[in-house]
């Protein structure tokens, strides 16, 4: 089964940058990052197909959260910058064999397990 591994989070001030990472045992078809806070819903943050490069993003988080990736490394990035407070949140990195990009946590199946980030005002 794919395993899945992120990394990068940590404690930042508002303003401020992050780059997580999520490295895939295996191939997969797509990938997307999630994030849950406290008491809230898991919600999609970006998700993008492997092959081809196809990139879908939440509406508020577009212009500031970039998703990349590095086929060789099979490795999925999430740029995030000018965070806010509200972006804290676990992060999970997930992933799954669909042939579109998808924000709804029941399209995957596999899932990491989550980098916190932290980001203080």
């Known amino acids: 089964q794919v395993q899945l591994v992120e990394s990068g989070g940590g404690s930042v001030q508002a303003g401020g940058s992050l780059k997580l990472s999520c490295v895939a045992s295996?191939?997969?078809?797509?990938v997307a990052w999630f994030r849950q806070a406290p008491g809230k819903e898991r919600e999609g943050v970006a998700s993008?197909?492997?092959?081809?490069?196809?990139?879908e993003y939440h509406s508020s988080m577009k212009g500031r959260f970039t998703i990349s990736q590095d086929s060789a490394k099979k490795t999925v990035y999430l740029q995030m910058n000018t965070l806010k407070p509200e972006d804290t949140a676990m992060y999970y990195c997930?992933?799954?064999?669909?042939?579109?990009?998808?924000?709804?946590?029941?399209?995957?199946?596999?899932w990491g397990q989550g980098t916190q980030v932290t980001v203080s005002s």
């Open positions: 295996e191939y997969i078809a797509r």
């Open positions: 993008i197909l492997v092959r081809g490069g196809r990139m």
């Open positions: 997930a992933a799954g064999w669909g042939s579109s990009t998808s924000l709804r946590p029941r399209d995957y199946d596999v």
